[in-house]
T-cell receptor, first 114, second 114 residues
Framework: AQSVTQPDIHITVSEGASLELRCNYS??????LFWYVQSPGQGLQLLLK??????LVQGIKGFEAEFKRSQSSFNLRKPSVHWSDAAEYFC????????????FGTGTQLKVEL | NAGVTQTPKFQVLKTGQSMTLQCAQD?????MSWYRQDPGMGLRLIHY???????DQGEVPNGYNVSRSTTEDFPLRLLSAAPSQTSVYFC?????????????FGPGTRLTVL
């Protein structure tokens, strides 16, 4: 069965600093990979997704993620964080033929210091 | 399009009561899912459906029933609520093109069982 690990429960960065959120997955084949963001009391918004091809994926709000097969990782990055980026971020893995199900990591809570 | 809608937004139940969480989507998506979100555990799949009349269990199905009589609706039933079912519940729908998919989430239902 597939699994997703987000090793950082909480991360604090200063506004304007760069950000990298880590995500590692366990799956026997090439998975589909997703990053979602959740603001307090809100639902989940898709930031970006990876299915195949170019391993550097661009998303909304200036985020990008890089798929590294050798490291089973799909880390999320942003060059300059804004205070409005404070939220919880979830990495998720899915695969074709599986009923479009997703397995989520436990999330990383991002705090932005002004 | 309204997307994925969930009702109610908030609900308080007493142990042993039953209730149905409603989920509807107007995007004509074949696939629908229910997840629960608990602190520190990310989102976990309860049940999912790959089309009208077809449902299957996810990771944490115990205590929940589902049915899918139409493409649009996917209600989640709690037959006898327990405090362990206190959680935030998210419904999602998705399409699939050549095996690739994207899930769209509803705003969630916050359930408290006393």
């Amino acid at each position: 069965a597939q699994s997703v690990t987000q090793p950082d429960i909480h991360i604090t960065v200063s506004e304007g600093a760069s950000l990298e959120l880590r995500c590692n997955y366990s799956y026997g084949a090439t998975p589909y990979l997703f990053w979602y963001v959740q603001s307090p009391g809100q639902g989940l918004q898709l930031l970006l997704k990876y299915f195949s091809g170019d391993t550097l994926v661009q998303g909304i709000k200036g985020f990008e993620a890089e798929f590294k097969r050798s490291q089973s990782s799909f880390n999320l990055r942003k060059p300059s964080v804004h205070w409005s980026d404070a939220a919880e971020y979830f990495c998720a893995v899915g695969f074709t033929g599986g009923g479009n199900k997703l397995t989520f990591g436990t999330g990383t809570q991002l705090k932005v210091e002004l | 399009n309204a997307g994925v809608t969930q009702t109610p937004k908030f609900q308080v139940l007493k142990t042993g009561q039953s209730m149905t969480l409603q989920c509807a989507q107007d995007m004509n998506h074949e696939y629908m899912s229910w997840y629960r979100q608990d602190p520190g555990m990310g989102l976990r799949l309860i049940h999912y459906s790959v089309g009208a009349g077809i449902t299957d269990q996810g990771e944490v199905p115990n205590g929940y029933n589902v049915s899918r009589s139409t493409t649009e609706d996917f209600p989640l039933r709690l037959l006898s609520a327990a405090p362990s079912q206190t959680s935030v519940y998210f419904c999602a729908s998705s399409y699939s093109i050549s095996g690739r998919f994207e899930q769209f989430f509803g705003p969630g239902t916050r359930l408290t069982v006393l």
